[in-house]
């Protein structure tokens, strides 16, 4: 078919049953009205846009000729066809509204875009409304003559008449090659009507506050958010914050009817951005405002502040107002919660949308409007400082100005402009359809919703692809490109004013990167600066490496509680593998593991100094085809590598190095897992236990052989009981071993050879494992044996046997109950426990006067073995609640239970826990109030080990060291309080039931 013929409804793209019929009522079928039909298959949805033209003609009808030059215009204007057209086309919401309102479409016939002052003189004259009589000759303060109902319908009106005027504007380009209105030019005009809107508003607020009494108050109105910065959207809240002099109840009363009025009328008015939000005052002066600010708010509250624009009102005083605050936008930067607060409001972004609204909401989440706007503003905070020209609050300018001044490269800032105005256009075209606030894209199998956008925002097909097609693949890599940029955007100018890389498009100073630094969390900028500059001018492939991935690396150190210790272990890092060509193709090529190494880098020193002589451990952080491959190694699989690794080197040194080296490996392998959060607290004390018990049996047989010449037969068994923590399977990173060692003469054998073998070998074991190293200590503590210190290290099974017949303490008794085989001989090791069973278990219990010795001792370790000046409710291990006090509790109900329940034979606190509610020896309640603080005070103190580097028992007050054992405990930064709270409550509810149990 030509384009001359008469085209077909199929032809023209429209889908409705009655398109035909509607073609010919509008006598758009013939020949002549060929082009009419061709411009109206322009539109985004032309079948809403034919439906809504006969119901506008069916409607004029009662006007007598006014369809007639409806249609006049129509066949010989162009621009009025393609504004009449395209936002019939866009807007089902509008549509309804020209037919509600038929006179309107005369509106549509202005070539030119409303001014502010036009906009503002048609609102004012919905409500009849006058200068009030007070007001200075710059005040947009009114009276006006309509007033409750009748007065929010003329306004509701007129709003409608000017957002249906200027979205015709914005559409037209869609059907007819009119001139784009631009997305800050569109964002600016939405402002300026609201602007007239609620200073209509305010004037009907007025007049039903006051009636005809004389306004003695001064009241203005300061626009904040998109209205403040002038890019508003179609439909959205608009954020005020009110002035007044003085603030009276009337001032209150005027406020809360503007909003009322404002509400009802045109878009919802919000005021919670004031101090205290919700919470606070309705109306303060400037005064009041002011103090507020420099002793109470939050970081935030200075960034929404970057937006406040006087609106309407006594425009003096809101100048008044804005003067006065402005100063303190631009020193926020230099406040000491400013980085913590900066990571906690990205943060709080990141977890408002659901995870399955993630891909589809433009506002929220990964490469979206708010990632740049969040990036935008706080480089303007941290830069603005002390460079004017970047005080200006519309994204899109303030971005022009970043990138004017050198702070934004120009390739990525006009990129990342782009991007921006692109899902801008897409929230703009999504809010008007039916005039909702709505930033969310059709569900991915919606065709027709999705090629309705596309055509909306004027996206055509392109090759093979439907204008769908496009669309989806625009929003791809537009997203992608923000989210790009958005790590690139505080990083690579760094990089490039440390190398001069294409210094002809950055200007970024010294000073200027350190202040980024700065406020990006980094407490020494200028030593971070010199390690980026070291980074970046690494020689060669690895240089042209580093310069491509440092910018996102830098951005996920930067989220991490240390961020200079961080860099300064990365540095360290990539020195130490300097010939290992795989560690910065790896960085390049897995995103998730370079993220992962760096939350763990500016996390624990314990992790980054085991990475820089285990730095194999790394290639473990990417994930597998069943996951995570940090968790994919069973414990006994590691165990048994460990041992069978250790026992071939016949040398006893290299066997030392082999097993530190598995362990090294292990405990890296652990600690990563556990702060990537990929491990729980029984599991990484399990895992822990695992590595500790494989390490003393790699070293008892390794050994074991050295002491024996080639073919000669060992003298005595040897088996080594664990005790404590590690009999229970739950060691931490700061704990020793506790062991006891036994043996047994082989059949025949001379006891006093086999002890003196035996002795030896223990000592041998202990030496060579407790050897000092750049590795976390491995101490073999055996101040647990019989005698304690003053007694033999190692005792035959008949000599534990009569010793603790005859003399065992109850503490000694209560220490057996961890008693448990972790290396050595099996069988001796279950010997062993089979015999102690009958003292740690004993029949009707252990006696009263046990009892009151084991609550005597309790007593005086709480009371003598906590440090000098240790604060008893922070102490993690003989704290308030901590782990005696919940160990001594479970302990001592196995004490008095065990032996009429065998569940109970069990060295694990956690299982025994599980064992005394399910056998019903304490209330479930209070068994789980203990299993909270063991688990809670575990993970604590295996946090301070993590962030210290060495064994620490208490936890730090507020502050950065906080901070910093809270995040590594999986609390965020800004939660540290939270987590401490936490702590504290958790343990003093567990203090509660271990002062009853052991009172009973």
């Known amino acids: 078919m030509s384009r001359g013929s008469t085209p077909s409804a199929g032809r023209l793209g429209l889908l409705d049953a009655q398109a035909a019929s509607n073609l010919a009522v509008l006598g758009w079928d013939t020949r002549d009205r060929v082009d009419v039909a061709w411009a109206l298959s322009r539109a985004a949805d032309a079948d809403l846009a034919l439906k809504a033209l006969v119901r506008l003609r069916e409607a004029l009808g009662e006007h007598g000729d006014e369809w007639a030059d409806v249609a006049r215009l129509i066949v010989e204007d162009t621009g009025f066809r393609g504004r009449l057209f395209g936002v019939l086309g866009a807007s089902d919401a509008l549509g309804d509204h020209l037919v509600a309102e038929p006179t309107a479409w005369r509106l549509l016939t202005a070539t030119r875009l409303p001014s502010a002052e036009a906009l503002r003189t048609a609102m004012l004259a919905a409500v009849e409304a006058r200068p009030d009589s007070s007001a200075q000759p710059d005040d947009l303060v009114f009276r006006a003559a309509v007033t409750g109902p009748d007065a929010v319908h ?78 508003l959207n179609y439909v959205s809240d608009v954020d005020v914050i009110f002035v007044a002099e003085p603030a009276d109840s009337m001032s209150a009363r005027i406020a809360g009817e503007f909003m009322r009025v404002g509400s009802a009328a045109f878009f919802d008015v919000d005021a919670a951005l004031r101090p205290e939000g919700k919470a606070g005052a309705l109306t303060r002066t400037v005064e009041s405002h002011v103090a507020y600010y420099q002793r109470w708010a939050k970081t935030w509250e200075f960034q929404a502040l970057l937006k406040a624009r006087a609106m309407c009102g006594d425009m003096a005083l809101a100048a008044q107002y804005v003067d006065a605050v402005t100063p303190m936008v631009w020193t926020a930067a230099e406040r000491d919660d400013f980085v913590v607060d900066v990571q906690a409001m990205r943060r709080r972004v990141e977890s408002l949308v659901p995870a399955d609204l993630r891909e589809r909401n433009l506002k929220l989440g990964s490469g979206s409007l708010r990632d740049v706007e969040f990036a935008v503003q706080l480089l303007q905070m941290v830069h603005g400082r002390v460079d004017a020209s970047l005080r200006v609050q519309a994204t899109v300018a303030a971005l022009g100005a970043l990138t004017a001044g050198g702070y934004v490269g120009r390739d990525d800032g006009a990129n990342l402009s782009a991007s921006y105005q692109f899902m801008r256009l897409l929230e703009h075209r999504l809010q008007l359809q039916r005039l909702s606030r709505t930033h969310v894209l059709p569900v991915p199998d919606d065709e027709a919703g999705m090629r309705w956008l596309a055509r909306a925002a004027h996206i055509r097909p392109t090759g093979d692809l439907d204008a769908a097609g496009v669309l989806r693949s625009d929003l791809r890599s537009q997203r992608m490109r923000i989210r790009l940029l958005h790590e690139k955007l505080f990083y690579r100018p760094l990089l490039e004013s440390v190398t001069r890389f294409e210094a002809d498009e950055l200007t970024l100073s010294s000073e200027s990167a350190q202040r980024r630094l700065a406020a990006l969390g980094y407490a020494k900028p200028e030593r971070a600066l010199g390690h980026i500059r070291a980074l970046a001018s690494t020689p060669g492939r690895r240089g042209q490496i580093q310069l491509l991935v ?362 025994s826990l599980d064992a005394i509610v399910a056998d019903g020896l304490l209330p479930e309640q209070q068994v789980e109030l203990l299993r909270d603080a063991w688990l809670t005070a575990t993970k604590a103190r295996n946090a301070l080990v993590l962030v210290r580097g060495k064994p620490v028992d208490e936890l730090p007050g507020p502050g950065a060291a906080l901070r910093a054992v809270a995040f590594a405990a999986g609390w965020p930064p800004d939660e540290a309080g939270e987590f401490l709270e936490h702590y504290l409550r958790v343990t003093r509810r567990a203090k509660a039931v271990v002062t009853e149990v052991f009172g009973a």
């Open 550 to 911: 440092l910018p996102s690396l830098l951005e996920w150190i930067s989220r991490t509680p240390d961020p200079d210790a961080g860099l300064l272990n990365y540095r360290r890092l990539c020195e130490e593998l300097a010939d290992a060509d795989w560690f910065l193709r790896l960085l390049r090529d897995d995103g998730v593991v370079a993220q992962r190494l760096m939350h763990v880098l500016g996390t624990s020193a314990y992790i980054a100094e085991l990475l820089m002589r285990a730095p194999e451990v790394i290639k473990l952080y990417s994930d597998g085809a069943e996951g995570p491959k940090l968790i994919g190694i069973a414990p006994d699989e590691v165990a048994k590598g460990l041992i069978a690794s250790t026992v071939r080197r016949t040398d006893l040194k290299q066997a030392v190095a082999v097993a530190r080296g598995h362990r090294r490996a292990e405990l890296a392998r652990i600690a990563s897992a556990d702060v990537l959060g990929m491990l729980d607290v029984p599991q990484v004390c399990a895992a822990l236990s695992s590595v500790w018990a494989a390490v003393l049996n790699a070293a008892l047989q390794v050994v074991i052989a050295e002491s024996l010449a080639p073919g000669e037969e060992a003298p005595a068994q040897i088996a080594v009981i664990g005790m404590g923590r590690l009999g229970g399977g739950e060691l931490g990173y700061g704990s020793d071993a506790d062991v006891m060692f036994v043996c047994e003469p082989l059949d025949g054998g001379d006891e006093t050879v086999a002890l003196k073998w035996a002795q030896t070998v223990a000592e041998n074991v202990r030496m060579m494992l407790g050897t000092p190293s750049a590795d976390p200590p491995l101490e073999v503590d055996v101040d647990l044996r019989p005698e304690g210190r003053n007694g033999p290290v190692v005792r035959t099974l008949a000599s534990y046997r009569a010793y603790y017949d005859q003399w065992a303490q109850p503490w000694e008794i209560q220490a057996l109950l961890r008693a448990h085989q972790v290396a050595g001989d099996d069988d001796l090791g279950v010997s062993f426990l089979h015999m102690v069973d009958g003292i740690r278990y004993p029949r009707g219990g252990v006696s009263p006067e046990a009892v009151r010795e084991i609550r005597r001792i309790k007593a005086r370790v709480d009371a003598e073995r906590l440090p000098r000046g240790a604060d008893p409710a922070m102490h993690t291990k003989l704290g308030r609640g901590g782990l005696a006090d919940v160990e001594w509790t479970v302990q001592l109900v196995q004490l008095r239970h065990a032996h009429d329940h065998p569940s109970l034979h069990n060295t694990s606190t956690l299982e």
């Open 154 to 231: 003329a306004l509701r009106r007129a709003y409608r008449n000017q957002l249906l005027v200027i979205a015709a504007h914005d559409v037209a380009a869609t059907v007819q090659d009119e001139p784009y209105v631009s997305i800050p030019e569109a964002g600016a005009l939405l402002a300026d009507l609201a602007d007239a809107a609620l200073t209509a508003a305010l004037a009907v607020a007025i007049t039903q506050a006051c009636g005809d009494d004389p306004l003695d108050v001064r009241l203005a109105v300061i626009a904040m958010g998109k209205c403040g910065a002038r890019e």
